[in-house]
Structures are given as C-alpha cells and as structure tokens.
C-alpha cells in the first residue's frame, strides 16, 4: 500500500522532555512538510523539506527541528522549548510540482502531561 | 500576501439537500485551488484542485466547485448531501508564479465543519 505513515498516533510529553515524531512515505516524493492543527486555526506549516539533506522553516519553526537523511523519512522533534506543545501533528508529501497534491498522514496528537 | 478565507464555521444541511461551503482567496498571480476534507482524528483527503480550463471542477465522492476569477472564489459544492459527508473541510490556495526559497506555499483556510442531518 503506497501512502504516508505517522507514528505513535498518540503521544504524551513530560515537561522538559524532547519527543519525536515519525513521518515515512513510500510514494517517492522529493517534498515533504509538517503542519501543526490547532482547534479553529486550520494548518500551520513547521517545517518543509524539498529534497534529501535539505529543509526550511516554515511559519511557526520556533520549539520543533527536523532532519531529512533519507528520501522517505522526515521526523519531527518537538523540543522542551516548545512551551505550547499540545495540537495534532500532520505530515504531508509531494512531488515539486506547483500544481500537485500533498498526501497527508494520519496525524499524531501530542499531549502534555 | 496570499490567504484564503473560508466564511463560516460551520455548515448545517438536511440529508438529500445540496450544499455549499464557501471559500474566497488572494493571491497576487494566477491561483492553483484545492479542497481537502478530514474526517475526525484523521489526516486531510484531497478532494478536487482547479489548475486552468473550465472553471466548474468535479472531484470525488459527487463533489464539484466553481473557480470564480471575478469573485475569487472557489465553493464547494453537492446536489445532495450525505451523512457521510459530515466532516471538515479545507480550501487551500498557491500562488502560481510565488516562490519563497525555492518553495511554491500552499496556505490553508481555517476550515468549515459541514453537518449533515438526517
């Protein structure tokens, strides 16, 4: 089956804690996002990466980090500077082209405990 | 700048209605146009985009929109609504011709929760 994979669905930090989450794709897209889902806000960009060894911030970039080392994997660190971690974490890839679509995951929610 | 602005919260229409969920945008070039759906605890589905050509767009599950230049607008509609069809709804727009880095943005409205009643 050709999608995205996010995982844990469900995850729960500690304050102080730095926790991952996982982004893998098998559909070959050299581009890949995160968004962040708040409540009435829609989707906010994170971070986006265009090809191996390559990302930029997006919008919101400031308490999270990523890493891009190899074509189908994109994890998402959300890190202790995060103070507002708590929304649901969406995963998105495509190819480069303009008019393409992005294929999403099925998010994970992240709580604070 | 770009943005997309979907009117209302939320939509409520009796099953076997047709409905509307209304989008707008701005963009500076020529928009590409795209309505996602999300089911709870879900990621977004796509549903239709409109690139260029005829401005009424069909997509799946019996969804269609109609790209406006005029209006700028680009609502998404259903002869006849289904209970399934109860979910949350996107409108997403990127600007043709707009990069930033490299890095063609798509931005996202806020989302319109369709309710659909028995």
């Known amino acids: 089956d050709g999608g995205i994979t996010q995982s844990p669905k469900y995850l729960f930090r500690k304050e102080g804690q730095n926790v991952t989450l996982s982004c893998e794709q098998n559909?070959?897209?050299?581009?890949m996002y995160w968004y962040r889902q708040d409540p009435g806000q829609g989707l906010r960009l994170i971070y986006y990466?265009?090809?191996?060894?390559?990302?930029q911030k997006g919008d919101i970039a400031e308490g999270y980090s990523v890493s891009r080392e190899k074509k189908e994997s994109f994890p998402l660190t959300v890190t202790s500077a995060q103070k507002n971690p708590t929304a649901f974490y969406l995963c998105?890839?495509?190819?480069?082209?303009?008019?393409?679509?992005?294929?999403f995951g099925a998010g994970t929610r992240l709580s604070v405990l | 700048a770009q943005s997309v602005a979907q009117p209302e919260d939320q939509v409520n229409v009796a099953e076997g209605n047709p409905l509307t969920v209304k989008c707008t945008y701005s963009?500076?070039?020529?928009?590409?146009l795209f309505w996602y759906v999300q089911y709870p605890n879900r990621g977004l589905q796509f549903l239709l985009k409109?690139?260029?050509?005829?401005?009424l767009v069909k997509g799946s599950y019996g969804f269609e929109a109609e790209f406006n230049k005029s209006q700028t607008s680009f609502h998404l509609k259903k002869p006849s609504a289904l209970v399934s069809d109860s979910a949350l709804y996107f409108c997403?727009?990127?600007?043709?011709?707009?990069?930033?880095?490299?890095?063609?943005?798509?931005?996202f409205g806020a989302g319109t929760r369709l309710a659909v009643h028995p």
């Open positions: 998105a890839s495509s190819t480069r082209q303009g008019a393409d679509i992005q294929y």
């Open positions: 559909l070959n897209h050299d581009a």
């Open positions: 990466s265009q090809i191996v060894n390559d990302f």
């Open positions: 963009v500076s070039g020529n928009p590409y």
């Open positions: 409109y690139i260029t050509g005829d401005n």
């Open positions: 997403a727009v990127r600007d043709r011709y707009m990069f930033s880095g490299g890095y063609n943005k798509l931005i």
